[in-house]
C-alpha cells in the first residue's frame, strides 16, 4: 500500500470480533483466561490491550518497522528507550532537544549513572571524536526543536554501525509523511505523538518504533515494567487522528510556505529558521531525505522589538505550547518549551530570548497572514 493508504488500511484496521472498521475501546484492565498457565493472548492491560496493540501495528507499518510501543507521553516514551542502557553507559545527544529531553537527561538520567556528551549531530567529526569506549547510542531530532537544524540521518547511522552503537531519531517534527528515518539505516524512532500524528490538541502520546526483534523484546519488557502505557481511550483518538495525517499535511505544508515566504519579506523579522529555505546550510540534506520541510517555523525579531507584545497581539493563532494541532500555535521557547534549559546553554546553542516558534495550523491562508500582519503593526 502507498502511504496515505496505509494510514487508513494499516496495522489492524478492521476489529477482528466484530468487523468494525473502526477498531472499539476495549477498557477492561484484566482478561478471562481460560486455562492457568496457558500464555493467552490478553492477560493484563498493562501488558497488552486490543486497543492499544491496534496503534502499535500502525505506526510501527507507517514508520517501516516491524514492532511499535505505544506510553502514556512523548517524554514517557524516551525514557522507557533511555532505560534500554545501564549505568555507566555512554550515550551522544543532539545540542538542540526540546526542554523536556534536556530536563529528563540531566535531572534523572544523569543519577542513575548514564553518561552523555553533547554534540551539534550535523557535524560527523564531531559526533566520531564524541565516541568513548562505553558509548552504546547517538539520539538526535532531525529537524530539530526549536531551532530546525537538519542531520544526515543516513550519515550518521552509518558512523553508528561503524562503531557498533544504536541510533534513535525523534521524528515528531518531520512525521513519517516527511520521512522514514528506520529506512535510512536507524535502530529506534520516537514520536511524541501529541503533536502531528494526534494532530487535533485533544491527546497526550508518545510511541516508539523499531525493526529490530533484540531491541523490541527489549521494548516490551521496559513497557510492561515501567508501566507507563497509553490507555484504550488515548489509543483510539490517536489512531482517529493518524488517519487524516496525510490530508492535514497537505495543508500544513501549504500554508507554512505561504508564511515563510511572509516572514522573508517583513523586514521586523531578522532570522528564519525552516527547513526548506534554500538559503539554508541544511537545506540540500533535508531535501535529500525528507519528501517535505514540515510546518514548523521559528524566527527572531530584529533587536528592539518586543517579542511578548507581538505574540500577546495574535487573535487567531494561539499562544501555546504544543505544536502540530489543526490551529495555529506559537510560544517562545525560552520562557516556555525550553525554559528548563539555563540561560547560557539555550544561548549557546541559538536559542535567543527573542526567538519565536510557530506551528502553521491548517486555518485559512488569508486569515493566518492577515493575523500576523496585525499583529507585526503593532510593534
Same mark, same amino acid.
Given at each position: 500500500?502507498? $502511504?496515505?493508504t496505509?494510514?487508513?488500511?494499516?496495522?489492524?484496521?478492521?476489529?477482528?470480533?466484530?468487523g468494525?472498521?473502526?477498531?472499539?475501546?476495549?477498557?477492561?484492565?484484566?482478561?478471562?483466561?481460560h486455562?492457568?498457565?496457558?500464555?493467552?493472548?490478553?492477560?493484563?492491560?498493562?501488558?497488552?490491550?486490543?486497543?492499544?496493540?491496534?496503534l502499535?501495528?500502525?505506526?510501527?507499518?507507517?514508520?517501516?518497522?516491524?514492532?511499535?510501543?505505544?506510553?502514556?507521553?512523548?517524554?514517557?516514551a524516551?525514557?522507557?528507550? $533511555?532505560?534500554?542502557?545501564?549505568?555507566?553507559?555512554?550515550?551522544?545527544?543532539?545540542?538542540?532537544?526540546?526542554?523536556?529531553?534536556?530536563?529528563?537527561?540531566?535531572?534523572?538520567?544523569?543519577?542513575?549513572?548514564?553518561?552523555?556528551?553533547?554534540?551539534?549531530?550535523?557535524?560527523?567529526?564531531?559526533?566520531?571524536?564524541?565516541?568513548?569506549?562505553?558509548?552504546?547510542?547517538?539520539?538526535?531530532?532531525?529537524?530539530?526543536?526549536?531551532?530546525?537544524?537538519?542531520?544526515?540521518?543516513?550519515?550518521?547511522?552509518?558512523?553508528?554501525?561503524?562503531?557498533?552503537?544504536?541510533?534513535?531519531v525523534?521524528?515528531?517534527?518531520?512525521?513519517?509523511?516527511?520521512?522514514?528515518?528506520?529506512?535510512?539505516?536507524?535502530?529506534?524512532?520516537?514520536?511524541?505523538a501529541?503533536?502531528?500524528?494526534?494532530?487535533?490538541?485533544?491527546?497526550?502520546?508518545?510511541?516508539?518504533?523499531t525493526?529490530?526483534?533484540?531491541?523490541?523484546?527489549?521494548?516490551?519488557?521496559?513497557?510492561?515494567?515501567?508501566?507507563?502505557?497509553?490507555?484504550?481511550?488515548?489509543?483510539?483518538l490517536?489512531?482517529?487522528?493518524?488517519?487524516?495525517?496525510?490530508?492535514?499535511?497537505?495543508?500544513?505544508?501549504?500554508?507554512?510556505?505561504?508564511?515563510?515566504?511572509?516572514?522573508?519579506?517583513?523586514?521586523?523579522?531578522?532570522?528564519?529558521?525552516?527547513?526548506?529555505?534554500?538559503?539554508?546550510?541544511?537545506?540540500?540534506?533535508a531535501?535529500?531525505?525528507?519528501?517535505?520541510?514540515?510546518?514548523?517555523?521559528?524566527?527572531?525579531?530584529?533587536?528592539?522589538?518586543?517579542?511578548?507584545?507581538?505574540?500577546?497581539?495574535?487573535?487567531?493563532?494561539?499562544?501555546?505550547?504544543?505544536?502540530?494541532?489543526?490551529?495555529?500555535?506559537?510560544?517562545?521557547?525560552?520562557?516556555?518549551?525550553?525554559?528548563?534549559?539555563?540561560?547560557?546553554?539555550?544561548?549557546?546553542?541559538?536559542?535567543?530570548?527573542?526567538?519565536?516558534?510557530?506551528?502553521?495550523?491548517?486555518?485559512?491562508?488569508?486569515d493566518?497572514?492577515?493575523?500576523?500582519?496585525?499583529? $507585526?503593526?503593532?510593534?
Amino acid at each position: 500500500m502507498k $502511504f496515505n493508504t496505509k494510514l487508513i488500511h494499516g496495522g489492524i484496521s478492521e476489529d477482528p470480533a466484530t468487523g468494525a472498521v473502526s477498531i472499539p475501546v476495549y477498557r477492561s484492565s484484566t482478561f478471562h483466561q481460560h486455562q492457568l498457565g496457558a500464555e493467552p493472548k490478553w492477560e493484563y492491560a498493562r501488558t497488552g490491550n486490543p486497543t492499544r496493540q491496534a496503534l502499535e501495528k500502525l505506526i510501527a507499518e507507517i514508520e517501516n518497522g516491524t514492532d511499535g510501543f505505544a506510553f502514556a507521553s512523548g517524554s514517557a516514551a524516551i525514557h522507557a528507550v $533511555f532505560s534500554l542502557f545501564s549505568a555507566g553507559d555512554h550515550i551522544i545527544i543532539g545540542n538542540d532537544v526540546y526542554g523536556g529531553t534536556f530536563r529528563l537527561v540531566n535531572k534523572v538520567l544523569k543519577r542513575f549513572g548514564l553518561e552523555f556528551s553533547v554534540v551539534d549531530t550535523r557535524d560527523l567529526a564531531a559526533i566520531e571524536a564524541a565516541v568513548q569506549v562505553n558509548t552504546k547510542a547517538i539520539y538526535f531530532e532531525t529537524p530539530t526543536n526549536p531551532l530546525l537544524k537538519i542531520t544526515d540521518i543516513q550519515a550518521v547511522a552509518d558512523i553508528a554501525k561503524k562503531h557498533d552503537l544504536k541510533t534513535i531519531v525523534d521524528n515528531t517534527f518531520a512525521t513519517p509523511y516527511n520521512q522514514n528515518p528506520l529506512t535510512l539505516g536507524v535502530d529506534i524512532v520516537v514520536h511524541s505523538a501529541t503533536k502531528y500524528l494526534g494532530g487535533h490538541s485533544d491527546v497526550v502520546a508518545g510511541l516508539a518504533v523499531t525493526n529490530s526483534k533484540q531491541i523490541a523484546e527489549d521494548l516490551a519488557f521496559l513497557q510492561n515494567s515501567i508501566g507507563s502505557v497509553l490507555g484504550p481511550d488515548d489509543s483510539w483518538l490517536l489512531m482517529r487522528g493518524i488517519k487524516t495525517l496525510g490530508v492535514r499535511m497537505r495543508v500544513h505544508h501549504e500554508n507554512a510556505n505561504l508564511v515563510y515566504d511572509y516572514l522573508t519579506s517583513n523586514d521586523k523579522v531578522a532570522n528564519i529558521y525552516y527547513p526548506g529555505n534554500p538559503e539554508s546550510d541544511d537545506y540540500n540534506i533535508a531535501k535529500k531525505q525528507m519528501r517535505g520541510f514540515g510546518a514548523m517555523i521559528s524566527f527572531e525579531l530584529q533587536p528592539g522589538l518586543d517579542a511578548k507584545k507581538f505574540v500577546e497581539s495574535l487573535q487567531l493563532i494561539d499562544l501555546a505550547e504544543s505544536l502540530g494541532g489543526i490551529e495555529s500555535l506559537i510560544e517562545v521557547p525560552a520562557v516556555m518549551t525550553h525554559a528548563a534549559i539555563p540561560r547560557e546553554i539555550r544561548l549557546k546553542n541559538g536559542i535567543t530570548d527573542e526567538l519565536i516558534r510557530l506551528s502553521v495550523g491548517i486555518e485559512d491562508e488569508e486569515d493566518l497572514l492577515d493575523d500576523l500582519k496585525q499583529a $507585526f503593526d503593532k510593534i
